[in-house]
């Protein structure tokens, strides 16, 4: 069996670590079944929203269903023509069922701001902008309109400021939507600051660089966990992050500032998206040693235009001679840290890690942690459990 890990994790997923296997065991150290691959995926009502299972529904499936689309211009007569609404919401549930599509997601946010369900309207727009709804700028103004509607103001006004800066040019519309009124009413300088920013073209090309950037992590739900793994991890090409977005994965360049191209680096999940900051998860990996290589999960924290401003190791290990980090965050931002020692059936340094199970593990220490307001992520408390026994490369050795 192959496991598949997709951009997105979820209570439903729990991602790899970088560890070869569990033994004798078909469940994870928390008591949730992997995902297989292997296992066809169907979608039904309650997972339109899983990320994880329409990123693997999709692999399994790379070919459109017909029958998609003709659920979507069934509800799409529905929507524009017909005015139903409660139609219309079902029958492109019915089409992203059938085949998810960033247009059925697209139209299914406009019917829930029709229907003022915003914040199902976000949840619709922002997996229609992950799978790569076009214009984008559409997408991003429509989103500027669900939080002026939720009076959330400072977001309302940075999406319009992206939107404006991806091409979208209604000026109109800015002007006059009733979505958008609570913003232009109630924060009308917020709303002239980011239109004259927008406008007038200020770090424009540096906010659109990071809105592509971060576009690629899908939203998570909580609770995040990053556990063991039964068996190997692939990750999709498609997760992979360019060399292009260097300047937002410090790793990407070693110390000597020339690029690492030893490394491999995958878009994993965006945690959060607040008022003054942006929580992202990615994934490192050593190329050179292939599928064996062990994962590492970073947690990083951006402004809203991509200036960092905190990050940390939170999961998994550069190296198997190192304790195994495991994580698991809260919808608060609260997260914690629990550091395992493993030790393998064989010794690596003769058999190396490929089919070698990790026959035991040791909680040593945990320590917990928050991403505050600023985006920080600060240091909460900890506890030590045990001391790590003497190891050498993950086998036991003895010490006289």
């Not at 299914?108 to 076009?134: D, R």
């Not at 958008?180 to 906010?207: C, T, Y």
């Not at 607040?274 to 402004?303: C, W």
């Not at 998994?316 to 994580?327: A, I, P, T």
């Amino acid at each position: 069996m192959k496991i598949v890990l997709y951009s997105l994790a979820f209570s439903t997923l729990f991602a790899s670590c970088g560890n070869p296997a569990i033994p004798d065991s078909e469940v994870g150290p928390d008591g949730k079944t992997a995902v297989d691959e292997t296992n066809p995926v169907s979608l039904n009502a309650a997972d339109l929203f899983n990320g994880e299972k329409v990123r693997l529904f999709l692999y399994q499936n790379p070919k459109a269903n017909p029958e998609s689309n003709k659920l979507f211009l069934s509800a799409l007569d529905e929507f524009k023509n017909k005015k139903n609404l409660v139609a219309a919401k079902e029958g492109f549930k019915a089409s992203i069922a059938a085949y998810p599509s960033s247009k059925s997601y697209y139209e299914l946010g406009n019917v829930c701001m029709e229907m003022k369900n915003y914040q199902g309207a976000l949840e619709a727009y922002s997996l229609a902008e992950k799978l790569g709804y076009e214009p984008f700028s559409k997408v991003m103004f429509n989103v500027a309109c669900a939080y002026s509607q939720l009076k959330n103001f400072p977001m309302s006004a940075d999406y319009l400021q992206f939107a404006i800066q991806a091409g979208y040019v209604n000026m109109d519309n800015i002007e006059k939507d009733p979505d958008l009124a609570n913003l232009r009413d109630q924060e009308p300088d917020m709303f002239r600051k980011n239109m004259d920013l927008a406008l007038s073209g200020v770090s424009d090309i540096e906010n659109l660089y990071f809105l592509q950037f971060k576009r690629q992590f899908l939203p998570a739900s909580f609770p995040i966990n990053l556990n063991m793994e039964q068996e190997k991890v692939v990750y999709d090409d498609k997760n992979r992050i360019s060399y292009d977005y260097e300047r937002y994965v410090s790793e990407m360049r070693n110390e000597r500032f020339s690029r690492d191209v030893s490394k491999e680096f995958y878009n994993f999940v965006q945690v959060a998206e607040k008022a003054n900051f942006v929580a992202l998860i990615y994934v490192v990996k050593e190329s050179f040693n292939g599928d064996q290589s062990p994962l590492t999960y970073r947690l990083v924290t951006f402004t809203k235009t991509g200036k960092l401003i905190d990050k940390k190791e939170i999961a998994g290990r550069q190296d198997y001679s190192e304790l195994l980090k495991m994580c698991t965050i809260s919808k608060d931002l609260t997260f914690t840290i629990t550091n395992y020692e493993t030790t393998f059936e064989k010794n690596p340094d003769e058999e190396g890690y490929y089919d070698n199970p990790v026959v035991s593990k040791k909680k040593i220490n945990l320590e917990k942690y928050r991403i505050d307001a600023s985006g920080k992520i600060l240091y909460q408390d900890g506890k030590t459990f045990a001391e790590p026994t003497a190891m050498l490369n993950g086998w036991l050795i003895n010490v006289l």
